[in-house]
């Protein structure tokens, strides 16, 4: 009965900031890596940034390095996406995702790696437009 549940999606200005939440229930989540990967209309699906069960790593995609943060609140099982300096490109369905091993520590190549999760949530939706 693994569930997560993204929120805070909607709509900003270009070089506007947007938080997305993901509410995790049904496991231990603090045992888990996490990762967040986005969907614009008819594309592929896109690896975003991903970080360590406990926090003590983190990864981006290159395309939003140094505009994106991830982060975790292991006590209240959610997972954050700080989105600043928003493009017109960032616009997609954003999705969190479960790793499917307990306590594994990513290379750079693994943490971006659709198969290593196994659940994802439904998605929110981020629009930036002026």
């Known amino acids: 009965q693994v569930q997560l549940v993204e929120s805070g999606g909607g709509l900003a200005q270009p070089g506007g900031s947007l938080r997305l939440s993901c509410a995790a229930s049904?496991?231990?989540?603090?045992?888990?890596?996490m990762s967040w990967a986005r969907q614009a209309p008819g594309k592929g699906l896109e690896w975003v940034s991903g970080?360590?069960?406990?926090?003590?790593?983190?990864y981006y995609a290159d395309s939003v390095k140094g505009r994106f943060t991830i982060s975790r609140d292991n006590a209240k099982n959610t997972l954050y996406l700080q989105m600043n300096s928003l493009k017109p490109e960032d616009k997609a369905l954003y999705y969190c995702?479960?790793?499917?091993?307990?306590?594994?520590?990513?290379?750079?190549?693994?943490?971006?790696?659709?198969?290593?999760?196994?659940?994802w949530g439904q998605g929110t939706q981020v629009t930036v437009s002026s």
């Open positions: 995702a479960k790793d499917s091993s307990l306590n594994r520590h990513h290379t750079v190549a693994t943490i971006a790696s659709f198969q290593e999760y196994d659940h």
């Open positions: 049904g496991f231990t989540f603090s045992s888990y890596a």
């Open positions: 970080i360590y069960d406990d926090g003590s790593a983190t």
